[in-house]
């Protein structure tokens, strides 16, 4: 029937999203002006390949790349020392072609002289043939960790991670699981699944069919779909950066990440948005009215949101915020010292064997 065709459209569209952006081309281009990208592969959960690749700054250019130019420009006259203390930075964004869709803000990463980790959150030949919103992707953070933990001979790293859309809700995710991933950027995090469902104006008995069919094909429903759940699993030390880069759409919304910033905890949060006309020139801050409502009940929060003039000055407050923390990283939490303890077998492992993970993810 027809109604069954259009739900079956419906979890098509929100289970395989497809960027058109990237349509027809290779995950990996052979060259990126301002780049060097040194491809490899890692095995991850059920031993798929994952295909990644290290985007670092090209010494060997002397302008860079016209992204990097106006990076260099706004952080010109800015003390970024701290950087040096960040090992890697998690670069993700699209589900469906993840290296490509990070390349651009990996290009500007490096022009400050940070290391990129870009990936494939589909695995390869397509081996996750559902989009879960960062759930089960997010495994491969360590994998990734591990990666680079062998390739640099040292367990004590500091490894950040900067997601956009279902990069952000990965990186959350991640984070809660994962103490090795010692911060996150998330930009323009995505709503609830529930909520995208109801901002479409859909009627009730679709989207319980949306939600039936989905977890079907998942095991998940779409209330399980959100960052929020794994927020509340942060630890206390790990430090979040919240950006609203100005898009508006059903899937993400300025209330979306006002929503996660009120979970999260005072000393770990920090959110900047893009400035407004009505906004005072002389300000650097505004604070917003949020109302979180929940049947038939509403809770009023107080949000302070850092402004930012354009999207140009997105990326030099990424890179001021990771200046800012890198360095006080290096004092590995004790939780984390508890999990690495070289005299446990679990990370002196016998010959001939891996490195057992010690992250727990839900499923």
Request: charged residues 25%; hydrophobic residues 35%; aromatic residues 6%.
């Amino acid at each position: 029937m027809w109604f069954v065709s259009h739900v079956d459209s419906q979890v098509q569209h929100l289970l395989h999203p497809t960027s058109s952006l990237y349509s027809g081309y290779s995950e990996l281009p052979k060259h990126v002006q301002g780049l060097n990208l040194e491809p490899f592969v890692i095995h991850g959960e059920s031993n798929h390949m994952i295909h990644a690749c290290l985007a670092t700054v090209n010494s060997s250019s002397t302008s860079g790349s016209p992204r990097q130019q106006v990076v260099q420009e706004r952080i010109k006259d800015t003390d970024l020392s701290g950087l040096e203390a960040a090992d890697y930075v998690l670069v993700s964004a699209d589900w469906d072609h993840g290296i490509r869709s990070a390349l651009p803000t990996a290009e500007r990463l490096a022009a400050a002289g940070l290391r990129c980790i870009l990936w494939e959150p589909r695995g390869d030949d397509e081996a996750r043939s559902c989009c879960t919103r960062g759930i089960r992707e997010c495994k491969d953070v360590s994998y990734l960790i591990d990666e680079l933990e062998q390739r640099s001979g040292k367990q004590n790293l500091i490894v950040l991670g900067i997601g956009r859309d279902f990069g952000a809700e990965l990186m959350l995710h991640a984070a809660s699981n994962e103490p090795r991933l010692r911060g996150v950027v998330a930009i323009d995090v995505p709503a609830p699944l529930n909520k995208v469902l109801q901002r479409r104006n859909l009627p009730l008995w679709q989207r319980e069919l949306i939600g039936w069919r989905m977890k079907e094909l998942t095991g998940l429903e779409p209330f399980d779909l959100a960052a929020v759940k794994s927020v509340f699993k942060l630890p206390r030390e790990k430090p979040v950066l919240l950006i609203c880069s100005g898009q508006k759409s059903p899937e993400s919304e300025p209330e979306d990440t006002y929503a996660l910033y009120t979970q999260l905890r005072p000393e770990q949060r920090q959110l900047y948005i893009l400035r407004q006309k009505e906004d005072p020139a002389d300000t650097s801050y505004r604070s917003i009215r949020y109302i979180q409502k929940g049947g038939t009940q509403s809770v009023k929060h107080d949000v302070q949101a850092n402004l930012l003039n354009d999207t140009e000055a997105v990326l030099p407050a990424i890179l001021r915020w990771i200046n800012d923390i890198a360095p006080g990283l290096r004092e590995v939490p004790a939780h984390v010292q508890q999990l690495t303890n070289l005299s446990d077998p679990q990370w002196n492992p016998a010959p001939g064997e891996g490195k057992k993970h010690y992250a727990r993810f839900s499923p």
